[in-house]
């Protein structure tokens, strides 16, 4: 990779950092209370949670590895199946990790989609990697990418859910308000006589709470 190969990529990650700030505050504004603030704290734990998963598959692959030594020098290498268990779990933990901060910050998304974004991510480095073999952009992308593609998917869930959330019935307006609450509209009908005869009919929405 060239001089400007890792400023490039510096401005690629910070353009993605950027939109997903613009449509974290954009759902903050239109789909409740989950937001921008959120958003970040949900790919810092995310992000944490990817690299002590790494860092313990590599403590835990080198102690049970194979060294070697010769007059120069010692080689240890990590146990492979203790790799393969440990990156295979990687997206897994990272996807709970995202999808459980972001619940409890009030976030309503879907642990598939988080999921999907999670491994999505994750093929960014491994794309870097088999077109430039740079180790640095490598490692950069690895650490920033899962995180990331695993809370935008999230965000995108949470933003179909609370969409979901508000439906027209027959019966009137089912809405899920923030607080958990189930307020049903239904038509109320009144029924009154007039001074030179006849009926008067008069029909509004009462307003049920659960």
Known sequence: MSRRGPARLAVAIAALALSFAASGRTTAATHGSYGVGDGIVTFLAGDGTLVLVEALTFLVGIELGDDSCDSDACTIEPHPAVLVVGFSAAPFLVSATIKG????????GELLPTLAGTVGGALVP??????????????????????????LGYVLSHVAAADDATA??????????RGGDLSLGVPGVGVAPEPGGGLSV?????????
């Not at 901060?101 to 309503?108: C, F, I, K, M, S």
């Not at 027959?170 to 899920?176: K, N, Q």
């Not at 008069?202 to 659960?210: I, K, N, T």
């Open 101 to 108: 901060v972001a619940d409890g910050l009030g976030g309503r």
């Open 126 to 151: 491994l794309s870097v990697w088999l077109a430039t073999e740079d180790e640095d952009a490598t490692l950069i992308t690895a650490l920033v990418f899962p995180a990331l593609g695993g809370t």
């Open 168 to 177: 027209d019935v027959s019966a009137g307006a089912l809405l899920l308000g």
């Open 202 to 210: 008069a029909m509004s929405l009462v307003d049920l709470r659960f």
